[in-house]
């Protein structure tokens, strides 16, 4: 039954090492998110793809890439992790028509060691 | 720029009881949707209740209710009856054409046995 899939849940990786993390949608989704939440804050915005034009937000850091190779799957590469680096990391997806909510994978909770 | 403002960072209920949480947002918008999220620790997100800005009647769905007061772009939510697994951290968010979730800093509710 599960809709938006993040995987894994959690993830270590070294300072500096890239790492990457995955997210799948079965709901036919036109727009994929990207946000990160660290302790107890709100999630920010990386970027979101509306189909496969990516939007960046002003303050995402270069360190943070994405791709969307087909409407099901959305990846988020780092680079080279930072210590500040270290949060939880929010897929989500949602449609266009009717700004219906936004539905949220599990999450992926990324340690930099 | 839109902004969600959530100004009780804790909260906490006696079982049984109700709370209300506030959310008051800044828009040039004239329609756009406004949701409340839960997020339980160490798990998803999940959509508590939508409100429409072009709908007056105030949205409801079960336990949950909001008070939608557009003129003083207020949004907040009442929790009727608090359960146990009300627990959670709620954030408030909003949504208008540019299909971009903006999320308040959250409230984190406690329900005490």
């Known amino acids: 039954d599960a809709m938006v899939i993040q995987n894994p849940r959690y993830q270590v990786t070294q300072f500096g090492k890239p790492v990457t993390l995955s997210c799948s949608q079965t709901l036919n989704h036109n727009v994929m998110y990207w946000y990160q939440q660290k302790s107890s804050q709100a999630p920010k915005l990386l970027f979101h793809y509306y189909d496969k034009d990516f939007n960046n937000e002003a303050d995402t850091p270069d360190n943070f890439q994405s791709r969307r190779p087909n409407t099901s799957f959305c990846f988020l590469d780092i680079r080279s992790p930072g210590l500040g680096d270290a949060a939880m990391y929010l897929c989500?997806?949602?449609?266009?028509?009717?700004?219906?909510?936004?539905?949220f994978g599990q999450g992926t909770r990324l340690t930099v060691v | 720029a839109q902004t969600v403002t959530q100004s009780q960072p804790e909260m906490s209920v006696q079982e049984a009881e109700t709370v209300t949480l506030s959310c008051t947002y800044d828009t040039s918008e004239s329609n756009y949707y406004l949701f409340w999220y839960k997020q339980p620790p160490s798990r998803q997100m999940i959509l508590v209740i939508r409100q429409e800005a072009y709908k007056q009647q105030n949205a409801t769905e079960n336990r949950f209710s909001v008070n939608f007061q557009k003129a003083a772009k207020s949004f907040s939510l009442k929790i009727s009856d608090s359960q146990l697994g009300d627990t959670a951290m709620y954030f408030c968010a909003f949504t208008s054409g540019t299909y971009k979730y903006i999320f308040g800093t959250g409230t984190r509710l406690k329900v005490l046995a």
């Open positions: 989500a997806t949602g449609r266009i028509e009717g700004s219906t909510e936004a539905f």
